[in-house]
């Protein structure tokens, strides 16, 4: 069974940075990609970013290109979601997923934790 667990979530002031972490367990990863979600109250769930498990093919939102990165630790079997420049708007719950490099839906979720960006 596949397990994600995010974690590094909390509370930041505008303009700081936080470093969100996805640890992986269940399986092996290869063909497969990661994304990163969010959820605002209120709001629909968003996609932030994915890069392929093997690395590289990254993909992000025009809304956080430029201010947040990608990355991994494959010896660790995690991913990270490093954020900078933030802002009240990126205040939401962050969720890990993976999905097959072959599916167009991700079939695994973590539980989300809470980033909460003050002004």
């Known amino acids: 069974q596949v397990q994600l667990v995010e974690s590094g979530g909390g509370l930041v002031q505008a303009g700081g940075s936080l470093r969100l972490s996805c640890a992986a367990s269940g399986r092996t990863f290869s063909n497969t990609r990661m994304g990163w979600f969010r959820q605002a109250p209120g709001k629909e769930r968003e996609f932030v970013g994915s890069?392929?498990?093997?690395?590289?093919?990254?993909y992000y939102a025009d809304s956080v290109k430029g201010r947040f990165t990608i990355s991994r630790d494959n010896a660790k079997n995690t991913v990270y979601l490093q954020m900078n420049s933030l802002t009240p708007e990126d205040t939401a719950v962050y969720y890990c997923?993976?999905?097959?490099?072959?599916?167009?839906?991700?079939?695994?979720w973590g539980q989300g934790t809470q980033v909460t960006v003050s002004s």
């Open positions: 997923a993976i999905r097959s490099i072959l599916s167009a839906r991700y079939d695994y």
């Open positions: 890069m392929k498990w093997s690395g590289g093919d990254t």
